[in-house]
């Protein structure tokens, strides 16, 4: 599996914009990055996922380098309530369809007043 | 609303004894997981199951067993083989395509050894 590399811990102002990266340089050619988040004793929540094209949803943006050998997400306007641990994954393709994602120990973002 | 419902939320278990964790789901994903979270760490794969009566071993299946006899429920259960059960379990499920095709997640539940 594609290991992922992620600062423990980052702190934003709220209001700005939090950018998180990730380090995937082992990832293969066909594998997705992902991205989730989790607030303490919750399950995760998705967020966005790309393969080497820049991606925008409503919750944010995800940023490939040409490479695909490290990606950020980025939270626009972050607020108190993003506050989680982010977590970056390479999925893996399970036979038969649905993928496997490996979880490592994440970003905890800290949003501050 | 769609989504994914575990139960219970806590759960406590006596040494020897085997219990089942559920996790129903009504957004008609054909493929489910079992997760395990410990303290600080990131999430194991159990289980997973692509189709109805058809599941396949994680990277940490032993002392777990698992069912999939209805598309919408993916039951596990921790057996007294598993020495060390406390943990946080979260379940997920997701299309199975030719694309990729995002997990949502239950909201857990956290098992304890009385």
């Known amino acids: 599996d594609a290991k992922t590399t992620q600062p423990p811990s980052m702190d934003c102002a709220e209001g700005r914009a939090a950018n998180l990266p990730c380090n995937h340089s082992t990832i293969s050619g066909n594998e997705y990055v992902y991205w989730y988040r989790q607030i303490h004793s919750q399950g995760p929540q998705y967020i966005i996922h790309g393969l080497k094209n820049n991606e925008t949803n409503e919750m944010a943006s995800l940023i490939i380098t040409e490479d695909r050998k490290s990606s950020t997400l980025i939270l626009p306007h972050a607020t108190l309530r993003d506050t989680a641990v982010y977590y970056c994954?390479?999925?893996?393709?399970?036979?038969?369809?649905?993928?496997?994602?490996?979880f490592g120990t994440g970003t905890q973002l800290k949003v501050e007043l | 609303d769609g989504g994914i419902t575990q139960s219970p939320k806590y759960l406590f278990r006596k040494e020897g004894q085997n219990v089942t964790l559920s996790c129903e789901q009504n957004?008609?994903?054909?493929?489910m997981y079992w997760y395990r979270q410990d303290p600080g760490q990131g999430l194991r794969l159990i289980y997973y199951s692509q189709i109805v009566n058809d599941f396949q071993k994680g990277d940490i299946a032993e002392g777990y067993s698992v069912s999939r006899e209805k598309k919408e429920s993916f039951p596990l259960t921790v057996t007294s083989a598993q020495k060390n059960p406390t943990a946080f379990y979260l379940c997920a499920s997701s299309i199975v395509s030719a694309g990729d095709q995002p997990q949502h997640f239950g909201d857990g539940t956290r098992l304890s050894i009385l």
């Open positions: 957004l008609n994903h054909d493929a």
């Open positions: 994954i390479v999925r893996v393709g399970l036979t038969g369809g649905g993928n496997k994602l490996t």
